[in-house]
């Protein structure tokens, strides 16, 4: 079974420049989660999406990020304008998890896109 | 709201000593507890977890953690570890697997450096 897989690996970027990531979940997982690791911290959650529908954003700065999940697949992640504070890794995973299921919880990350902003 | 704490951000060790990575955490409801490991370059790796019932679980590599409700910790264990133990230890709490798909809050990390 192929990992979740995320491009691209590595961004660097001036401030004030748009920047997209790109997050492909394991197949069949209904759920995929972004999150934003900084420096010398744990992951946060930006966004949860249940197949194509927002779960959770609550701790997404809308004003400059957003994200899509059209089809229920792939996702994207876009920030505009970047600020030197969003340099980060930016984490996507997925789990099989569908709503008032207590199973398929466990979620299984990519290996993140790695993103300076100078 | 759920919180986490890792007592530690960098823990040496010399190969083959036994290690013990703390985690507390705060919570006014029931939570679920989860270890995450991330090797450098890679995502990060379920290592083990406790949803309920015996509060002393297992990993497949000779991790345990144990869930002390009283003390609302989570320490992870390993009596003898390994060069390739080497990584970036993060601690998880859930409220629910239930509602929003177990939305994980992670502690700040705790660095493993195990040297030969």
């Known amino acids: 079974e192929a990992g979740v897989a995320q491009s691209p690996r590595y961004k660097i970027i001036e401030k004030r420049q748009s920047v997209a990531f790109w997050c492909n979940p394991i197949s069949g997982h209904a759920t995929l989660y972004w999150y934003q690791q900084i420096l010398g911290q744990g992951p946060k959650l930006l966004i949860q999406?249940?197949?194509?529908?927002?779960?959770?954003d609550s701790q997404l700065p809308k004003d400059r990020f957003s994200a899509e999940r059209l089809k229920g697949v792939d996702s994207t992640l876009k920030i505009q304008p970047a600020k030197l504070e969003d340099s980060a890794v930016y984490l996507c995973?997925?789990?099989?998890?569908?709503?008032?299921?207590?199973?398929?919880?466990?979620?299984?990350f990519g290996p993140g896109t790695r993103l300076t902003v100078t | 709201a759920q919180s986490v704490t890792q007592l530690d951000s960098q823990v040496p060790v010399f190969e083959e000593a036994p290690v013990e990575l703390r985690c507390n955490y705060s919570s006014s409801v029931s939570v679920y507890l989860f270890w995450y490991v991330q090797y450098p370059n890679q995502g990060l790796q379920l290592l083990l977890k406790?949803?309920?019932?015996?509060?002393l679980v297992e990993s497949i590599n000779g991790f345990e953690a144990e869930f002390n409700k009283s003390q609302t910790s989570f320490h992870l264990r390993k009596p003898s570890v390994h060069i390739s133990d080497t990584a970036e230890y993060f601690c998880?709490?859930?409220?629910?697997?239930?509602?929003?798909?177990?939305?994980?809050?992670f502690g700040q990390g705790t660095e493993l450096s195990v040297k030969p």
């Open positions: 406790y949803l309920s019932g015996s509060t």
């Open positions: 999406f249940q197949n194509n529908g927002v779960v959770d």
């Open positions: 998880a709490v859930s409220r629910s697997i239930y509602n929003q798909g177990g939305k994980l809050i």
């Open positions: 995973a997925s789990s099989r998890w569908t709503s008032g299921s207590r199973f398929g919880y466990e979620q299984y």
